[in-house]
């Protein structure tokens, strides 16, 4: 199996296919790089892009949004889902404003200090906003270098010590061929953009000097996402469908996973305190939620208290004499 040759299939794939969203190919800056990656998370890209453009048209820094009422904040965050990620992202926003002059530190250490950012996102912002070599693990990418290198199902769970040293082996080096020296030095930060045009309806997506392990990032993560699906892998489209250990064993497996099933929503906390917010958000800014109509969003009382008190706690909503609101 050729490693460098199925790197340049899936570049080559990248560069016709991937999703022209508006964080990618240089347009965002690193704030902006982040801000994407905490949105995306447990939550689909489809759903993100506008809630990613309004919060950016908004507050296109971290500064802007450090500066931000909290009760905007977590109104802009809409349905995104799991709402305490808009106040930890706010936090962070402050930290970046005040300890760093408002710009994104560029070391791994610096970034997972930051409040709400984990390895994951760390390793993304490093990757796809500084070009840095780094392996970048999300569950996209941790199943197709299982299937295509290993020639097994990844079943989930934490990422383990071996997926770790898969995912650092395959890592492309970052010599980068047939670029001026002036394009070279420029090629860490993904903003070195050498064309952005719109040619026969379509965008070219033409990165001279993107270092190959950010090709390599943003092309496995792509194809995990929109081909090598966990349930239903379009294997007969897939790129490099020839080299996949998994396909030549017959798929073993398929769509297992060791992690328990996904709860339902129907009837969950998650959705009542859904509603709650929904609720607040309706309501003109700095309006409070007669508590007579809050007990009306739901029909378990028990429930709904104590759904209105965990938001409470994790300073998503007040508790006032008589009612609720988004938190000044």
């Avoid at 395959?170 to 070195?192: F, Q, R, T, Y």
């Avoid at 090709?215 to 993560?221: A, D, G, P």
């Avoid at 994790?314 to 938190?327: A, F, K, Q, S, T």
Wanted: charged share 25%; proline share 5%; aromatic share 6%.
């Amino acid at each position: 199996m050729n490693d460098t040759a199925i790197s340049l299939r899936l570049g080559a794939w990248w560069e016709a296919n991937a999703r022209d969203l508006p964080w990618r190919f240089g347009r965002a800056t690193p704030w902006g790089v982040l801000v994407s990656e905490v949105m995306s998370q447990q939550t689909q890209m489809s759903r993100v892009v506008p809630y990613w453009t309004d919060w950016m048209e908004r507050w296109p820094d971290a500064r802007a949004l450090a500066e931000a009422p909290k009760a905007e904040v977590i109104t802009a965050w809409g349905r995104l889902g799991y709402p305490r990620r808009a106040l930890r992202l706010q936090e962070c926003a402050r930290v970046v404003a005040e300890d760093y002059a408002d710009k994104l530190p560029r070391t791994y250490d610096e970034l997972t200090a930051l409040p709400g950012i984990g390895d994951y996102t760390a390793s993304a912002v490093m990757s796809f906003a500084f070009g840095e070599r780094i392996a970048v693990i999300d569950t996209n990418i941790r199943r197709v270098l299982s299937r295509v290198f290993l020639g097994v199902e990844s079943r989930g769970g934490a990422t383990s010590p071996a997926e770790r040293a898969l995912a650092n082996r395959m890592l492309p080096k970052d010599e980068i061929l047939g670029c001026d020296a002036d394009v070279a030095d420029n090629a860490g930060s993904a903003e070195h953009v050498v064309n952005s045009t719109i040619r026969g309806g379509k965008r070219s997506r033409l990165h001279r000097g993107e270092r190959p392990s950010v090709t390599w990032n943003q092309s496995v993560m792509e194809l995990g996402a929109v081909i090598c699906t966990a349930k239903s892998p379009l294997c007969d489209t897939c790129p490099i469908a020839d080299d996949c250990a998994f396909l030549k064993a017959g798929r073993p497996g398929l769509g297992e996973r060791r992690t328990r099933p996904r709860q339902r929503f129907q009837g969950t906390d998650r959705q009542v305190r859904g509603l709650v917010l929904a609720a607040l958000r309706e309501l003109p800014a700095g309006a409070t939620l007669p508590r007579e109509d809050a007990d009306k969003l739901w029909k378990d009382q028990i429930q709904l208290a104590a759904c209105i008190a965990s938001l409470d706690d994790d300073g998503l909503i007040e508790i006032l004499d008589g009612g609720l609101r988004l938190p000044s």
